[in-house]
């Protein structure tokens, strides 16, 4: 039964390896998106220190990589000085994980603040007959967000930018996607998107935080398992040195 037992810990911690190498690349995609999308929205976003979650995880996920490499020829070779470099290391990026998820936290709190402080700065310097990156920016949000204006389309009256136009319109972005004809003019309200993009800019970037946040949750939880299985096959190692080995023929170390 015993025997049964390593066995299935070997092979478990095995397979959980050649997962470990999936999740690297799925860690380093999550926070390669991070980064392109904060990239879209860092005009609304003082506070650069919200990517430290996704520095974090990208470098985990590199780590994780590594953590592979080493777990599978420890448990094929059944090293016990691998094995335990191998627990010892998915043991500090565990705890790495768990900053992760606090940091992640602490940080989806503070985006609406953040958003409420910066959005009427970015709104007000808004020029769209020679957009600079932040004017790119409003009008990139407000297609892909399907809004206008901080709270509503309203808002735009209060801008300097609405002020010296004088044509009593708002920036074509405004305008609903199906219509060809739109021209941003207060006139016709029901042509234009009716929902703020403030409200609608926090729920994505607080959806991007929970994509790293999750993502570390659940890897985390792998690393667990793979920690315990490591641990199994380290103790049956020492108390019988001669339990069977997973390749017939292999070394002890």
């Known amino acids: 039964m015993g025997q049964c037992g390593i066995t299935s810990s070997k092979t478990v911690l095995v397979f959980l390896n050649l997962i470990f190498w999936a999740a690297a690349g799925i860690l380093c995609y999550v926070g390669a998106y991070v980064f392109i999308t904060y990239d879209d929205y860092d005009h609304f976003f003082e506070d650069v220190y919200t990517l430290i979650p996704a520095v974090i995880i990208i470098a985990v996920g590199t780590l994780l990589f590594i953590i592979g490499l080493i777990g599978c020829c420890a448990t094929i070779r059944e090293s016990r000085c691998g094995l335990a470099t191998f627990v010892i290391i998915?043991?500090?990026?565990?705890?790495t994980e768990v900053v992760v998820v606090v940091l992640g936290y602490i940080y989806r709190a503070k985006v609406e603040d953040e958003v409420d402080h910066s959005i009427q700065k970015v709104y007000?310097?808004?020029?769209?007959?020679?957009?600079?990156?932040?004017?790119r920016a409003i009008d990139y949000v407000q297609r892909q967000?399907?809004?206008?204006?901080?709270?509503?389309?309203?808002d735009w009256e209060k801008t300097v930018w609405f002020k010296q136009t004088k044509n009593n319109s708002v920036p074509l972005s405004c305008c609903k996607a199906a219509l060809s004809n739109c021209t941003g003019s207060l006139t016709r309200p029901m042509d234009l998107y009716s929902e703020g993009c403030e409200a609608l800019v926090v729920k994505k970037l607080q959806e991007i935080m929970m994509y790293v946040i999750w993502a570390a949750l659940a890897?985390?939880?792998i690393?667990?398992?793979?920690?315990?299985?490591?641990?199994?096959?380290?103790?049956?190692r020492s108390r019988d040195p001669a339990y069977e080995l997973l390749i017939t023929g292999g070394t002890y170390a």
């Open 219 to 221: 890897f985390a939880a």
């Open 145 to 154: 967000l399907r809004c206008c204006g901080i709270h509503n389309y309203s």
């Open 124 to 135: 007000n310097g808004y020029n769209g007959t020679n957009p600079d990156a932040a004017s």
């Open 90 to 95: 998915l043991l500090l990026v565990f705890v």
């Open 223 to 236: 690393q667990l398992l793979g920690m315990l299985c490591a641990c199994i096959v380290l103790c049956r």
